[in-house]
Structures are given as structure tokens and as C-alpha cells.
């Protein structure tokens, strides 16, 4: 069992940054995949990245590579989203997910769910 906690969302201008953190209690969190989604109101939840569980492999949504990079620190059970260059399709509630399954793209794959946070882009 996972609980997941994301924070760090905000406004921010276009071409600005943001760091997205997600807090998971439990002992267990070095054995998921983490992954970042994101859902814009009336349109389907969208991923954004995912990294496996020790932190050596990462794999991102074409429309953010380059831009946001994702990362873990198993130490502190905690996975962050850092997100350079916003642009105006960026605007989102962002969840952080927990998966077994290692580079998975699919929302149905993941298991354990944020709250989820709000990004806002002002152009």
C-alpha cells in the first residue's frame, strides 16, 4: 500500500519553471515505477513520465521531452517533476502514480494515486 501526496503547483508564466513533488509514505516505495500524469479539464488523463525503481531509467510523453525531467530519491520516498520551459497546453492537475510495471504509459497500469496538483500557465 502506497499514499501518495503531490505538491508544488501553481501559476506560473509561460516559458517559466516549476517543481512538482510527490510524498509517499510506506516502506515500500523503492519497489514501484513512479509516473506522472496530467489531466487539462475536459480532455482524457495524459502521461507525462515515468521512472523505474531504482532510478536509472526514465521515459517521457513526446510533447514534454527536453523540457521536464523526472526523478526519485528512494531515500526520502519521494518523486519530483521538474518542469522548464511551460507552455500554454501545459496547464493541468498533475497526479503522481505508482506502478509495478516497469515503463508503462497506460494510466490503468498504475495502482496508487495522488490528489493530485494544479499547474497553471498565464501566456
Known amino acids: 500500500q502506497v499514499q501518495l501526496v503531490e505538491s508544488g503547483g501553481g501559476l506560473v508564466q509561460a516559458g517559466g519553471s516549476l517543481r512538482l513533488s510527490c510524498a509517499a509514505s510506506?516502506?515500500?516505495?523503492?519497489?514501484?515505477?513512479m509516473g506522472w500524469f496530467r489531466q487539462a479539464p475536459g480532455k482524457e488523463r495524459e502521461f507525462v513520465a515515468t521512472?523505474?525503481?531504482?532510478?536509472?531509467?526514465?521515459k517521457y510523453a513526446d510533447v514534454v521531452k527536453g523540457r521536464f525531467t523526472i526523478s526519485r530519491d528512494n531515500a526520502e520516498n519521494t518523486v519530483s517533476l521538474k518542469m522548464n520551459n511551460l507552455k500554454p497546453e501545459d496547464p493541468a492537475v498533475y497526479y503522481c502514480a505508482a506502478t509495478v510495471i516497469l515503463g508503462s504509459s497506460y494510466y490503468e497500469q498504475y495502482n496508487y494515486w495522488g490528489q493530485g496538483t494544479q499547474v497553471t500557465v498565464s501566456s
Open positions: 521512472i523505474n525503481m531504482s532510478g536509472s531509467s526514465t
Open positions: 510506506g516502506r515500500t516505495f523503492s519497489r514501484y515505477a
